[in-house]
């Protein structure tokens, strides 16, 4: 019998990680399924008991619920904790495990790129479940300021004040007050959910000239957007979240598998899910 695994969110019709996660099982001969397991908050509860049955490897999961499911694991990992926040579940023996690979996933591009944390001042739009991992994993690796901008920004201030946050990380109204922040940071980071929506980008294009010319623009989206268009058009250095989702990814199959990811495979599928070709 085929073992089984999941993306739970609303929606998950159009998510990539059926494509590369099946293809990173069948390349280690992993007889398992990765399935779409669209579930309205109503339903969660239900949805995280069935995990528990033996066949069942584990989840991802997705917007809205990372908060949520942080209730619903038996157990979490550090990296979990620190964020209040669960985009992995790993099922063992009737148990669930929570993690959050979102963090080592939105590293891993910034590692590669050579990015020297410490030495930067970052400012993260959005205080949704993604900008929680993105601070978190900022301050983790010491950069030396993480400002929060949201459009709520009563809600950036709670994401601060839940992670006991250090005052090195400061929240902010989404707006053209942000400018002296933009003007210091070396990375600006896009958590909101815009960018998926037609020509909107989640702070005003002018802005973006606050930057140093030495920034890096990073938006979570896993395509070309607005925002990165606009940071392009500027000569700033731009990254899409395509990346960050092959390497959480990876670190989740690890997680429900014990081996190591073929990332490669992962990556070559990704693009093909994303782009539409092989
Ligand atoms: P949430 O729904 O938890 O948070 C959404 C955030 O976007 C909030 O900060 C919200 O602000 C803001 N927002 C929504 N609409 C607007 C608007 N019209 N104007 C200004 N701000 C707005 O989503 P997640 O945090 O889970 O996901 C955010 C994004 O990150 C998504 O695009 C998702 O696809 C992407 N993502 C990518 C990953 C990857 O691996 N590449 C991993 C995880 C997420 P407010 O609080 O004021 O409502």
């Given at each position: 019998m085929a073992l089984r695994v999941g993306l739970i969110g609303d929606?998950?019709?159009?998510?990539l990680s059926p494509a590369f996660q099946q293809a990173a099982l069948d390349a280690l001969g992993i007889d398992a399924r990765y399935a779409r397991?669209?579930?309205a908050a109503a339903d969660l509860p239900a949805r995280f008991a069935a995990l528990?049955?033996?066949?069942v490897l584990g989840a991802n999961v997705t917007l809205p619920h990372k908060e949520a499911a942080f209730a619903l694991v038996d157990d979490v990992t550090a990296r979990a904790a620190a964020a209040r926040a669960v985009n992995t579940v790993v099922s063992r023996d009737g148990r669930l495990l929570g993690d959050n690979t979102d963090i080592p996933g939105f590293l891993a591009p910034l590692g590669e790129r050579g990015l020297d944390l410490p030495a930067l001042d970052a400012v993260v739009l959005g205080a949704g479940g993604a900008a929680r991992g993105v601070v978190v994993a900022l301050l983790q690796r010491g950069c030396r300021s993480v400002t929060v901008a949201n459009r709520r920004p009563e809600r950036a201030a709670a994401l601060i004040a839940d992670l006991g946050a250090p005052p090195t990380a400061r929240p902010a109204p989404?707006?053209?007050?942000l400018a002296p922040a933009l003007a210091a940071a070396g990375l600006l980071v896009n958590a909101t959910s815009?960018?998926?929506?037609?020509?909107?980008?989640?702070?005003?294009?002018?802005?973006?000239?606050?930057?140093?010319?030495t920034a890096l623009v990073y938006d979570l989206t896993y395509r070309e957007t607005p925002l990165l268009r606009a940071a392009g058009a500027l000569g700033l250095a731009t990254l899409d979240g395509l990346r960050m989702l092959v390497c959480q990814g990876a670190e989740s199959l690890r997680a429900w598998t014990g081996r190591a990811a073929p990332l490669d495979v992962m990556w070559s599928a990704a693009l093909a899910a994303r782009d539409g070709h092989a």
């Open positions: 929606p998950v019709a159009h998510s397991w669209h579930t528990r049955a033996p066949d989404l707006g053209a007050s815009i960018g998926w929506q037609g020509d909107s980008l989640p702070l005003d294009a002018t802005l973006l000239r606050a930057l140093p010319p």
